[in-house]
């Protein structure tokens, strides 16, 4: 599952379960997550849910900035859209969000021994 965990100074305050779909972030009611912050547009980013050509069970993430007047932030850098991975970090004004996918091990190379006899 993949989450959009809430960071207050260093810390995960709360968590959010992302589905497939889009997700809309701005100050504005109807948001599926609304920031109460004169920092943050009305209607501020779009998240982007969509399953992998080839990998169905896996998601692929994209955040777009919606022409906010003060910017989406992805890892300290401003972006227009953008993939998002494990461990990226967004920002919408003062609001900071980690993203963790609890599937992002999967596919990992492991190492083998093998003996040379």
């Known amino acids: 599952m993949i ?6 100074d260093g810390v995960a305050v709360s968590e959010i379960n992302m589905t497939e779909g889009d997700f809309t972030i701005g100050r504005n009611h109807g948001n ?9 547009s009305g209607e501020h980013a ?10 169905p069970e896996m998601f ?3 955040i777009k900035d919606l022409g906010s007047t003060n910017g989406t932030y992805v890892n300290n850098a401003s972006i227009k859209e953008q993939k998002l991975k ?17 599937q992002s091990t999967v596919g990992t190379q492991t190492e083998y021994y093998v003996p040379d006899d």
């Open 46 to 55: 779009l998240i982007t849910f969509v399953p992998n050509d080839c990998l």
């Open 60 to 62: 692929d993430i994209t």
């Open 32 to 40: 599926s997550l609304q920031l109460d912050d004169g920092v943050v």
């Open 86 to 102: 494990h461990g990226d970090s967004i920002r919408f004004g003062t609001h900071e969000f980690k993203v963790f996918d609890d």
């Open 3 to 8: 989450k959009l965990k809430h960071i207050v």
